[in-house]
């Protein structure tokens, strides 16, 4: 994976990742009185489920 990165971006020192709500979910997110403290559990959780997958 590192070659690759490599060959593809010589320059690039990170890279990004995009994160998206199951359509399900988008209009709870949307309507909850709270919204702050959902998505930074939301984030708090996407970035637990990365840090295993990584």
Do not use: D, W
């Amino acid at each position: 994976m590192v070659k690759i990165g490599i060959r593809l971006f010589p320059r690039v020192s990170e890279r990004k990742v995009v994160l998206t709500l199951p359509e399900q979910l988008r209009i709870l997110f949307h309507n909850h009185s709270n919204q702050k403290c959902l998505y930074s559990r939301f984030m708090v959780f996407a970035e637990a489920c990365l840090s295993k997958l990584i």
